[in-house]
């Protein structure tokens, strides 16, 4: 894993240079597999950066598009992170509807629509049962609890190791999300983390010492390239560290 950390002043700065390096593993992607497979974050912050996805001229065939985590509400809700991504972007260029992979959250059992969307996964990595699919790219955020995707503190969700879509929980209501093991596969992961209500989770991220248990996304180190990108309001005790 090589590990890339980067304060911005400003939002914008962040989003724009995650959005270089995301052009620059899409390009690598489709060089080298001819295809590119993109897990997206939930949540606010990506939304200006999906904005600025909608504006470029990308070979959208050969891009297929899933999610990290849902939360289990229908696909039109108004916090469905299909629905705002789709609104930002997916519905304003021309992916072919089969390369937009959704979790499914209409069968009324999490556990179920997490196996389902198991299968589509395998289905599309033609990987087998037990083994984890590497996506090209990973894009996260982080809660002020240091969640990431739906891996909340202290939830079951952290310790399942043999799957690679499971049923996360924030305070009581049911999410779907990736596994750790299956986010760590990832060729590149690209944190996006902006606000200072995020300063004190950074800190705990990135202690040398602190539990996965307290901190999720501390468990996240994947095999390829991790870049975290953060502003001055959420990154400035970083910046002072020694
Ligand atoms: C979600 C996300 C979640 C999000 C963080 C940060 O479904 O909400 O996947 O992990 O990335 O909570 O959210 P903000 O970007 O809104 O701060």
Not at 39 to 45: E, F, Q
Not at 163 to 176: A, H, I, N, W
Not at 200 to 218: Q, T, Y
Not at 225 to 235: C, I, P, S, V
Request: proline share 8%; with cysteine; net charge negative.
């Amino acid at each position: 894993m090589a590990l890339f950390v980067e304060v911005l002043p400003h939002k914008q700065d962040l989003l724009s240079r995650a959005l270089a390096v995301m052009k620059t593993e899409i390009s690598r992607s489709l060089a080298a597999r001819g295809q590119c497979a993109i897990a997206l974050a939930g949540g606010s912050t990506p939304k200006p950066l999906y904005e600025a996805l909608a504006q470029l001229d990308l070979p959208w065939s050969k891009i297929h598009i899933f999610w990290g985590d849902e939360r289990y509400v229908p696909a039109d809700h108004p916090d469905s992170n299909q629905r705002m991504a789709r609104e930002a972007w997916l519905d304003h260029v021309d992916f072919p509807p089969e390369n937009i992979h959704p979790m499914a959250t209409t069968s009324n059992d999490p556990a179920q629509d997490a196996q389902i969307h198991e299968g589509q996964l395998q289905e599309f990595f033609a990987t087998a049962p037990g083994e984890f699919p590497a996506f090209d790219l990973v894009l996260l955020g982080i809660g002020d609890d240091a969640h990431t995707a739906s891996l909340f503190p202290h939830t079951a969700a952290l310790s399942v190791g043999d799957r690679l879509v499971t049923v996360g929980e924030k305070q009581g209501e049911p999410r779907l999300t990736f596994t750790i093991p299956l986010i760590n596969q990832a060729r590149c992961v690209i944190f996006l983390v902006s606000g200072d209500s995020k300063r004190p989770a950074l800190a705990r991220i990135f202690a040398p010492e602190a539990s996965h248990l307290d901190f999720p996304a501390r468990a996240i180190k994947p095999q390829g390239d991790l870049w975290w990108f953060m502003d001055q309001a959420a990154g400035s005790e970083l910046k002072a560290r020694p």
